[in-house]
C-alpha cells in the first residue's frame, strides 16, 4: 500500500446488481430449515459450499489467468454480504475467497500455476490458516511451532494450532511457524515463515486434528503437528518474512468480514421491521411503541454509517492506498452494528426469537463472534490508539 494525496472516490451506489441477484438465487436455495438441520448435525454445509464453487463465487478474487473471476475487492465484498443478508452464511468457506491471496501475492509462479487453478475450480480447497496457538493467542509474533530445515529439500514442524477452522474439510492449509529462534532476530516480528500444506497427505503422518465443540457450527479445530515433513519447494515467498505476508492479507480480511456483519445487520433490521409491522398486541402493531421502533431505527443509522466507512476501505484497498486504519474501524464498526441489530430483532421478536425455526437465534449466535473473531474489538481499539492517534503503545 502506498501513500498519497490523490483523491479516491467512493460512489453511493453499492454495485454489483447482477452479481447480488445471483448471489441471492444461490441462497434461496438453502432455506433456514438447511441451516437449523446442519447445527443439530453439526455438519459442514458441503452442499452449500459446492454450489458457491460452481457458480464460481469462490474464486471471485482469483485473476482470470489462473482461472477466476479476476474481480476487485468490491466485488467479493458484495458476494458476502449479499450470502450474510439472505439469512445464510459464509464462515463455511469465506477464507477459501481470500487464503490464497498469500501465495498470489508471495508466492512463485509456479506455485501460482500449481495451485491457484484447482482452487479457482473447486478441485482443491484452500481454506485453513493454521496461525493461532493455545498460548499466544492473538501474539503472533510469539507463536511456538517451530519449522527446522533439514538439508536443501525439506523442514520438520514440530508444534500446535488451535481456532483453525475449515481444516477437516481443506485440502491445503497455510501455516505459519518460527523458522529462526526469538533469541537470533532483531525485531520479534522477524523469522516466521509461511508454508504451504498438503493436508491430503499430512493428515495421520505428522497432523493430528481434533474437532472442538463450540458454540457456532463453524467445524473449528485444535491441530497438533509433530514432526511434521513438508517439502522445501512449499515454503511461500523467503524464509522469516512470514509475518510481513500475514499482514498484508490482514486488510483484505477485515474488510471481507466486515462486509459479512454489513450483510448480518441488514438481515436483522429487515426482519425485526417486518416482524414489527406485523405483529400485534393489545389491538395494535408491536412497532408503533417507540421501545420497539428506536432500536431499531438507531442499528439502520450506524448501520448507513459503518457502511461508509468499509465502502471507503475497499475504495483504498483497490486504488492501492494505505487503509489499514480503515479496514480496521470498518471491521469494528460492522460487527458492533451487526452485534446491535442482532439484539433488537431478538427482543423484537420476544420468546418467538428464541425459536429455531424463525433463524434469528442462529444468526444470533453467529453475529456474536465478529466481536472476538478474527480480531477482536479491544484489539481494534488499541490500533486506532497507537497508530491513528499516537498514544503509547499498550499492554
Known amino acids: 500500500m502506498t501513500k498519497t494525496s490523490e483523491p479516491v472516490s467512493i460512489s453511493l451506489d453499492p ?6 441477484d445471483g448471489v441471492r438465487r444461490v441462497c434461496e436455495r438453502f432455506p433456514n430449515e438447511y441451516w437449523v438441520k446442519l447445527d443439530h448435525e453439526e455438519a459442514y454445509p458441503t452442499d452449500f459450499v459446492k ?13 482470470e489467468a489462473y482461472g477466476g473471476a479476476g474481480l476487485p475487492l468490491s466485488g467479493a465484498c458484495a458476494i458476502l454480504e449479499t450470502i450474510h443478508e439472505s439469512g445464510a452464511n459464509a464462515a463455511a468457506c469465506h477464507a477459501q475467497m481470500y487464503t490464497m491471496g498469500t501465495v498470489l501475492r508471495h508466492g512463485n509462479e509456479e506455485q501460482k500455476r500449481k495451485y491457484l487453478p484447482g482452487i479457482a475450480a473447486g478441485a482443491l480447497r484452500l481454506q485453513a490458516f493454521g496461525v493461532t496457538e493455545p498460548t499466544t493467542g492473538s501474539d503472533t509474533t510469539q507463536l511456538k511451532t517451530r519449522a527446522e530445515k533439514k538439508g536443501n529439500d525439506r523442514y520438520l514442524i514440530n508444534g500446535q494450532k488451535v481456532w483453525t477452522s475449515r481444516v477437516l474439510h481443506s485440502d491445503l492449509m ?26 491430503r497427505e499430512a493428515k495421520g503422518r505428522g497432523i493430528e486434528i481434533r474437532k472442538i465443540d463450540a458454540m457456532i457450527n463453524h467445524n473449528t479445530c485444535e491441530v497438533f503437528i509433530d514432526n511434521l515433513e513438508v517439502p522445501a519447494g512449499n515454503l511461500i515467498g523467503e524464509e522469516g518474512k512470514g509475518f510481513k505476508y500475514i499482514v498484508d492479507s490482514m486488510n483484505a480480511e477485515r474488510i ?11 438481515y436483522f433490521i429487515r426482519r425485526a421491521s417486518h416482524y414489527a409491522k406485523e405483529r400485534v398486541v393489545f389491538g395494535r402493531p408491536i412497532g408503533q411503541n417507540q421501545g420497539v421502533q428506536f432500536p431499531i431505527a438507531r442499528a439502520h443509522a450506524e448501520l448507513v454509517a459503518a457502511d461508509l466507512v468499509v465502502r471507503k476501505a475497499c475504495a483504498l484497498f483497490e486504488a492501492e492506498r494505505d487503509c489499514g486504519a480503515e479496514a480496521n474501524m470498518g471491521k469494528m464498526l460492522a460487527a458492533d452494528v451487526a452485534w446491535k441489530a442482532a439484539d433488537a430483532c431478538l427482543q423484537t421478536f420476544g420468546g418467538f426469537g428464541f425459536a429455531r425455526e424463525y433463524g434469528i437465534e442462529r444468526k444470533w449466535r ?17 490500533y486506532i490508539a497507537q497508530h491513528v492517534l499516537g498514544l503509547p503503545r499498550s499492554y
Open 15 to 20: 454495485g454489483w446488481s447482477e452479481i447480488r
Open 51 to 63: 454450489a458457491l464453487t460452481e457458480t464460481g463465487y469462490l474464486a471471485a478474487l482469483i485473476p
Open 174 to 199: 497455510l501455516l505459519l511457524a518460527r523458522t529462526t529462534a526469538p533469541d537470533k532476530v532483531k525485531r520479534r516480528s522477524d523469522g516466521l515463515s509461511v508454508f504451504l500444506v498438503d493436508l
Open 256 to 266: 471481507l468480514i466486515a462486509s459479512e456483519s454489513l450483510g448480518d445487520a441488514k
Open 366 to 382: 453467529e453475529t456474536r463472534l465478529y466481536q472476538t473473531a478474527p480480531i477482536s474489538t479491544n484489539m481494534i481499539l488499541a
